[in-house]
T-cell receptor, first 111, second 116 residues
Framework: QKEVEQNSGPLSVPEGAIASLNCTYSDRGSQSFFWYRQYSGKSPELIMSIYSNGDQEDGRFTAQLNKASQYVSLLIRDSQPSDSATYLCAVPRRGFQKLVFGTGTRLLVSP | ETGVTQSPTHLIKTRGQQVTLRCSSQSGHNTVSWYQQALGQGPQFIFQYYREEENGRGNFPPRFSGLQFPNYSSELNVNALELDDSALYLC???????????????FGPGTRLLVL
């Protein structure tokens, strides 16, 4: 089992819709979770972090964490074509600042 | 902008050569991590330095080595390049508050290495 798993996609949504990106992780003791956005040919850019069960909202982005199910998700409301990118889920290895990344989910938002 | 810079942006080498990639962290950030990202994959951890000492290593062979300097700059050196070393190399800096695993890592723009 991979430490961090994501569906590689692509996930296609129309402009204005809600995009839902999912991530599962294997270490039950993980405490913090990060979502990075990566445009083609660019480096990852942090968009959300979440540390507690429940929802955390920042503008059009909502991160959701369920530690019991070892599941973290990212919702993007009112999706825009500029949201088209690969979204990487990252979980720090416990006791250490190494980030373990999933393979990323490619999101395509069509006008 | 994250305040993390990398050079060069692109590099072409041939198999067997050696390469040095450079990173300049945010001022005050004591930790720098290096990642390799192959096409279509997530970044893979190479190693991390904290206050000029190696603080952990991923599953990479010894021909991948690094240095961190007191002025918040660092280097990734790769010897005996192989075709599979072709990738985007990313450095990320963070404050480095020891065991605080919730720190945000700020990525530089990356160096794209092509090995022919």
């Amino acid at each position: 089992q991979k430490e961090v798993e994501q569906n590689s996609g692509p996930l296609s949504v129309p402009e204005g819709a809600i995009a839902s990106l999912n991530c599962t992780y294997s270490d039950r003791g993980s405490q913090s979770f990060f979502w990075y956005r990566q445009y083609s040919g660019k480096s990852p850019e942090l968009i959300m972090s979440i540390y507690s069960n429940g929802d955390q909202e920042d503008g059009r982005f909502t991160a959701q964490l369920n530690k019991a199910s070892q599941y973290v998700s990212l919702l993007i409301r009112d999706s825009q074509p500029s949201d088209s990118a690969t979204y990487l889920c990252a979980v720090p290895r416990r006791g250490f600042q190494k980030l373990v990344f999933g393979t990323g989910t490619r999101l395509l938002v069509s006008p | 902008e994250t305040g993390v810079t990398q050079s060069p942006t692109h590099l072409i080498k041939t198999r067997g050569q050696q390469v040095t990639l450079r990173c300049s962290s945010q001022s005050g950030h004591n930790t720098v991590s290096w990642y390799q990202q192959a096409l279509g994959q997530g970044p893979q951890f190479i190693f991390q330095y904290y206050r000029e000492e190696e603080n952990g290593r991923g599953n990479f062979p010894p021909r991948f080595s690094g240095l961190q300097f007191p002025n918040y700059s660092s280097e990734l050196n790769v010897n005996a390049l192989e075709l599979d070393d072709s990738a985007l190399y990313l450095c990320a800096s963070s404050l480095g508050l020891a065991a605080l695993q919730q720190e945000t890592q700020y990525f530089g723009p990356g160096t794209r290495l092509l090995v022919l």
